[in-house]
């Protein structure tokens, strides 16, 4: 007869919040850590919209992960307004907080999060991150100690999320600061989002990477159709503008804008799922979705 001793199987579990100004590098970290690209990315600072969960386990420890959109400070529109609380709320209830800056630079924006900071009761580690793109490393000792003396307990880590430098040093520090509790997710599950919503994040930001500033802020994607058959997942998803001006931007000469938006969307999902996607997009003008909070939540813009 088999004996299984309970004293050895203690296991950790706990939410950490991935916060910062927008363009930090808040999602590629988030993707690095687990592993897997979930959050979608972009040079543009308004790329996050949701919250997002990554989860890893990882023998008795189970990370859970709160990607959160930047906090804006133009609250004059709807979809800022809808942002700052996602980021906001996430704050609460979380075991651990991981502050993302930019190598040195410290702007206006990232005092506000700091300020944020000061309501939440979880410890801090600060993610100097970018350090790849410090041209003189010597900048950053002087830096590392003015954040000291600003964030007096916080565990202060310089790392590269792009390079994967140091991030194993981030997470053992994570790691060490995670309560003591049962896992909430299976081992293998990487996220709480559907496929749907996953497959939506990744056309919005084919768009946002591939077009100019003005139009990215103004697209939503909503998804009509998914159906899984015989291992190929059909897929049609519909791109809300809201001008026609935008609408040709979008669609291209001959199409040929959409049509490439739509093939690398569809490269992602299809290693993102492990399996062959038929991807059809559309586009319609919406006028006024992204500033009509009637309009926010049905595209899925809850919280
Ligand atoms: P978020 O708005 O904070 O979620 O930032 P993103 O993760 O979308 O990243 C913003 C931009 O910074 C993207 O172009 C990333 O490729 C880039 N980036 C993120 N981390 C690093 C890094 O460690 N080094 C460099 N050079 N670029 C990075
Ligand atoms: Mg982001």
Known sequence: MSTTSSSDSKTYCGYIAIVGRPNVGKSTLLNHLIGQKLSITSRKPQTTRHTLLGIKTEGDTQFIYVDTPGLHSNQGRAINRYMNR????????????????????????????????????????????????????????????????????????????????????????????????????????????????????????????????????????????????????????????????????????????????GQQARLDMEELFDGKVMLNLWVKVRSGWSDDERALRSLGYTD
């Open 86 to 261: 996602v980021a906001i709320t996430a704050l609460r209830d979380v075991d651990v907080v991981v502050f993302v800056i930019d190598r040195n630079v410290w702007t206006e924006a990232d005092a506000e999060v700091a300020e944020l900071l000061k309501s939440t009761s979880a410890p801090v580690i600060l993610a100097v991150n970018k350090v790849d793109r410090l041209e003189d490393k010597n900048v950053l000792l002087p830096h590392l100690q003015w954040l000291g003396e600003q964030f007096g307990s916080a565990e202060i880590v310089p790392v590269s999320a792009l390079n994967n430098t140091n991030l194993a040093a981030l997470e053992a520090s994570i790691r060490e600061r995670l309560p003591e509790g049962i896992h909430f997710f299976s081992e293998d599950q990487i996220t709480d989002r559907n496929e749907r919503f996953l497959a939506a994040e990744l056309v919005r930001e084919k768009i946002t990477r591939q077009l100019g500033d003005e139009v990215p802020y103004q697209v939503a994607v909503q998804i009509e159709e998914f159906k899984h058959e015989r291992g190929v997942r059909h897929i049609s998803a519909l791109v809300l503008v809201e001008r026609e001006g935008q609408k040709r931007i979008l669609i291209g000469e001959k199409g040929s804008r959409l049509k490439s938006i």
